[in-house]
Structure formats: structure tokens, C-alpha cells
Nanobody, 121 residues
Framework: QLQASGGGLVQAGGSLRLSCAASGRTLSGHVMGWFRQAPGKEREFVAGISSGATTDYADSVEGRFTISRDNTKNTAYLQMNSLQSEDTAVYYC?????????????????WGQGTLVTVSS
């Protein structure tokens, strides 16, 4: 089970850090991904990190967001800086049994419940 947290209301230009904690399962051998879904839109890839700490980012967040993981805490993180109104969405974390970061949601077997990020302009 994955538990996402850290969302909230922030002004444009501000920062938030999301966390994705696992219980009952170790994340060390999984690819971890962050996705987001805005109202009326499909779930889209934001960032991913492999078990070997290789990362990948959507073009829209490259240079502003940083994904990381702490296997000792069984937790993945998404540091979001310079937030923009377009970043407003529900953010989900997912875990995949693959070896490489993939950007398609269906590749992720386990999902957290989502945490809402609202950026006011």
C-alpha cells in the first residue's frame, strides 16, 4: 500500500514536497513514479526514479521538480519548486516492478490515493 502526502495550497513560485510511503512492501526493487491528473484531463507522467536512482522528468517540470527516494525509509519524494498554476492537480505515486522508468500509468501496479496540489496565481 502506498500513501501519498504533502499536497496543499501554495502561491505561484512557491514550493512543496510530496512524500510517498509504502507499508507492507519494500520499494527498493521498484521503479517509483509520480503522476498527476487535472480536472477533465488524463493522468500524466511527472517524474520517475529507478531502483538504481536513474531519473526521468516530463518536459513541463524539468529543472523545477526533483524526484528522490530513501529506501531505508521506504519512501519516495517529489520536491516541487517554482510552482505554476498549471501544476494544479491531484498527484499520485505509483510503483512498478520494471527496471526502467516508464511514463505510462498502466505500467505501474501499485498506486497511492493521491494528494491535491493547488497553486494560486
Amino acid at each position: 500500500q502506498l500513501q501519498a502526502s504533502g499536497g496543499g495550497l501554495v502561491q505561484a513560485g512557491g514550493s512543496l514536497r510530496l512524500s510517498c510511503a509504502a507499508s507492507g512492501r519494500t520499494l527498493s526493487g521498484h521503479v517509483m513514479g509520480w503522476f498527476r491528473q487535472a480536472p477533465g484531463k488524463e493522468r500524466e507522467f511527472v517524474a520517475g526514479i529507478s531502483s538504481g536512482a536513474t531519473t526521468d522528468y516530463a518536459d513541463s517540470v524539468e529543472g523545477r521538480f526533483t524526484i528522490s527516494r530513501d529506501n531505508t525509509k521506504n519512501t519516495a519524494y517529489l520536491q516541487m519548486n517554482s510552482l505554476q498554476s498549471e501544476d494544479t492537480a491531484v498527484y499520485y505515486c505509483g510503483a512498478s516492478l520494471g527496471f526502467r522508468v516508464v511514463t505510462t500509468p498502466r505500467a505501474y501496479r501499485y498506486w497511492g490515493q493521491g494528494t491535491l496540489v493547488t497553486v494560486s496565481s
